[in-house]
């Protein structure tokens, strides 16, 4: 086995780091084209947000690629000094290499654990660098493989269970209260980043209408042409409050921008009892008084509520990770199992064939020398003979060289009969 | 002459199908595998089915109190079966069966512990088929349905209610519909069930007079416990059209009519005569 991956993530490099070393889809045509004219090796290049990495695999008779070789090579494609870049790249070999794709697939090395969209960014990455024939048999194995193995990590365990964003969690809480969504309406009151994310998740929904509330009118008119809301001036909140069925809030106020006695005088009585109202109170300090809360017809969540069903969530896919990890150790040691088998199968092929070459030869000579003095029966006789020791001659190295496969270290073994018996690569 | 093996079908046979079906379900909730799921619906199929072949074996009498519980069961068992396929991921069962094994329970020990009637004296004029007597149960026995359905709705609605104000996170617990979805689900079938249950009274109102006892009749349990239960009804509706009372509270009277609804259904018939079994 002769397979890298040699990268940098959110942990061993910073982001304005990670952002030079981006690779966008022409650096990416380039780097696979280089990396196969300039190294024979088959590649994958796998660039998100959150980290980079380049997948190498070569031929076994010649040497690995090693980080301070990618470091000068990613200087080359990005023009940012290999100085800069050698110290946070990191370097998995062989089966570790293959542990840790799958573990990436798996979203186990991934900032939100579990997360699926990493899967995807792996299937995109192979089939950019399949499209660009810049991988080859190794690399067409390893990649699908990582990815069925992704699937069965998800399938079997809960790691990717729940959504574990703060918005999502005000997402799951709406349908906790509503079933149907195309007639409801949505108050986003102020700007702030978290209202602005779950109103990206509630626009899924489709609602009826989007109202959009701003202290500043210009704010508003900017939040309603991003979302296709209607925007209704700051005072006439109250009135936007009896209508809305769910209210985002996320101003920068420093005190309640609705009091409990304002509530309960001009939207309270002025709402239908039967239609709830739920609202996710997302700023600090909170907009909305917490005694409005009765968890009947008013219903509110605010940011530490969201945020620790995100964090119950985030804790009990960590719960996973056990299960997680030990599908992904059982498919790797398969993996490379796989992998030096196949290697073998060349080797043991080759091998073969030499020997039977050999003794073909050695007994054909022995056949002709005793031409006339045998019977047929004789002669079968001493064939069989000559095959029988054949056999027990190859027996001993091709069982080892299995053997060695299955505990993923045949490598030396594979190269050592290859020079014994004058075997080509 | 050969017998059928279903006629060896008893109370026990769906009872304790229902009961698998449940413990099952309580299991998906713990150990969350679609084997449970499965294993729970093959019970409620079994149940449903022994039921079905007990009620046209027996043919108990709708006026008997064992057996109006026991159709009340059966139609709300087709239900919880509706519900478990039509909302697989709601923990729909676990608030259905209950009240079956409940009603299958109660028309158990209805049907071994109290005086069986012989028959029912039913008035000269609607003799010939019984037609109104028969038209006068089917319209309570829907209404019933409309109530217990009210019921399972409401108890629903208040859990889900009081996990929002304790504000517990969206998937912990027993996963239920929507708030919107339960008010909706009570608000219809106490709708559907009010003029059921008012011409299934006014029809039993025609019927009184010719009873054996009139005067008695209209003060037996039956007849008092289902005008409270109407009255009731009324009340809801009022309450819920007339004043725009939240739906939490609704909810709280919607289960105490369920209960009136009970004590209607298990009490004797006025028109009940005849000996003790």
Known sequence: MNLRAIGCNVESATVELREKLAFDAIKTQKALAELNARFDAEAVVLGTCNRVEIYVARQETVAALHAPLMAEFLSEIHGVPADVIAPHLYEHADAEAVRHLFRVASGLDSVVLGETQIAGQVKDAYEAAHEATATGSRLNILFPTALKVSRRVRTETGISQGRVSVSSAAVDYVHQVFSTFTDKTVLVIGAGKMGRLTLNHLMELKPARILVTNRSPEKAIASAQTCGGQVVPWDNLDDALVQADIVLSSTGAPDHVVKRRQFDEKVRGRRATDRPLLIFDMAVPRDFDPRIHDGDTVTIFNIDDLSRVADERMAERRRHIPAAEAIIEAEVKKFVSDWNRRANGPVIGQLTAEVDKLRDATCGRLLTKLNGKLTDADKAEIEQAFRLFQSRLLHGPIAALQEASQEGHSGGLREALMKLFGLKG | ?277
């Open chain 2, 1 to 277: 002459m050969t017998v059928s093996p279903l006629q060896g079908v008893t109370h026990a046979c769906f009872g304790l199908s229902y009961l698998c079906a449940f413990l099952l379900e309580l299991a998906r909730l713990v150990w969350p595998a679609r084997g449970w799921r499965i294993a729970g619906l093959v019970f409620g199929v079994a149940g449903v089915f022994a039921q079905t072949a007990y009620l046209l074996i027996n043919q108990p009498p709708l006026a008997a109190p064992y057996g109006s519980l026991l159709l009340l069961a059966w139609v709300l068992a087709l239900f919880y079966l509706y519900g478990t396929v039509h909302y697989a991921k709601q923990a729909w069962a676990v608030f259905v069966l209950p009240v079956v094994i409940g009603l299958v329970g109660l028309s158990f020990v209805l049907a071994t512990t109290s005086p069986e009637s012989t028959g029912f004296s039913v008035p000269e004029w609607a003799a010939g088929e019984r037609f109104w007597g028969a038209i006068h149960g089917v319209l309570i026995l829907l209404a019933s349905v409309g109530v217990s359905v009210s019921f399972v709705a409401s108890l629903m609605y208040l859990l889900q209610a009081r996990r929002l104000r304790r504000k517990f996170a969206p998937d912990r617990g027993v996963p239920m519909l929507s708030l919107e979805r339960l008010e909706i689900m009570n608000r219809r079938a106490l709708n559907i069930a009010f003029p059921l249950l008012t011409a299934g009274l006014l029809v039993g109102t025609l019927l009184l007079p010719h009873g054996p006892s009139f005067g008695d009749n209209w003060l037996s349990l039956k007849i008092l416990s289902t005008a409270g239960l109407w009255l009731v009804f009324l009340v809801l509706l009022y309450l819920r059209y007339g004043v725009h009372v939240p739906p939490r509270r609704l909810a709280i009277l919607s289960i105490a009519s369920f209960a009136l609804l009970l004590l209607a259904l298990g009490a004797s018939h006025p028109f009940a005569v005849g000996g003790v079994k």
